[in-house]
T-cell receptor, first 113, second 113 residues
Framework: AQSVTQLDSQVPVFEEAPVELRCNYS??????LFWYVQYPNQGLQLLLK??????LVKGINGFEAEFNKSQTSFHLRKPSVHISDTAEYFC???????????FGTGTRLTIIP | SQTIHQWPATLVQPVGSPLSLECTVE??????LYWYRQAAGRGLQLLFY??????ISSEVPQNLSASRPQDRQFILSSKKLLLSDSGFYLC????????????FGSGTRLTVV
């Protein structure tokens, strides 16, 4: 079975400050990992993904994430946030050979001017 | 690249009325397709997925059903809506290398009154 935990339901951050959104997964096999962003009343947009290779993955809008197999984590980071980063962020995992993507419960990122 | 089309964007329906939400895929052949529901302030719940025409897997027993009459068409239905069916419905399809990523539609906001 695969599962994802996003410990922080809400994260307030001042504009231009750095941010880290935490994601831990559980799986007994190799995994693919994803981060999605959702703006109000919209679908989900892929920020970045880890499929294989380098554990540091860079995505759109200046975000990056690092896959840490020993800690089963895939935390999302951005060195300097903007007002436009205000959104809901979802971490997701998919086991090798599994047809389904399992999502975390999401983290609401609020940028404070 | 793959595009997922969903309509309508918003829908208000009375309790007991039928429902039909349509999702169509552009740019990919034979994708896996998924219906998710997102209740207010909550994460994404997988409702149904399909790996091919006429093949539907149900994840959660409920008042809804799904069908896949064509390779690029996925329909979510209900004969009689309940208040608890309100939510944000998202269609997704597999995309990218090895088909491991998902592309999402823009969603349908359903309010049952």
């Amino acid at each position: 079975a695969q599962s994802v935990t996003q410990l922080d339901s809400q994260v307030p951050v001042f504009e231009e400050a750095p941010v880290e959104l935490r994601c831990n997964y559980s799986s007994s096999v190799s995994v693919y990992l994803f981060w999605y962003v959702q703006y109000p009343n919209q679908g989900l947009q892929l920020l970045l993904k880890y499929l294989s290779g380098s554990t540091l993955v860079k995505g759109i809008n200046g975000f990056e994430a690092e896959f840490n197999k020993s800690q089963t984590s895939f935390h999302l980071r951005k060195p300097s946030v903007h007002i436009s980063d205000t959104a809901e962020y979802f971490c997701a995992v998919r086991n090798f050979g599994n047809e389904k993507l399992t999502f975390g419960t999401g983290t609401r990122l609020t940028i404070i001017p | 690249s793959q595009t997922i089309h969903q309509w309508p964007a918003t829908l208000v329906q009375p309790v007991g009325s039928p429902l039909s939400l349509e999702c169509t895929v552009e740019g990919t052949s034979n994708p896996n397709l998924y219906w998710y529901r997102q209740a207010a302030g909550r994460g994404l719940q997988l409702l149904f997925y399909s790996v091919g025409i006429g093949q539907i897997s149900s994840e959660v027993p409920q008042n809804l059903s799904a069908s896949r009459p064509q390779d690029r068409q996925f329909i979510l239905s209900s004969k009689k809506l309940l208040l608890s069916d309100s939510g944000f419905y998202l269609c997704a399809g597999t995309s990218g290398p090895q088909g491991v990523g998902y592309t999402f539609g823009s969603g349908t906001r359903l309010t049952v009154v």
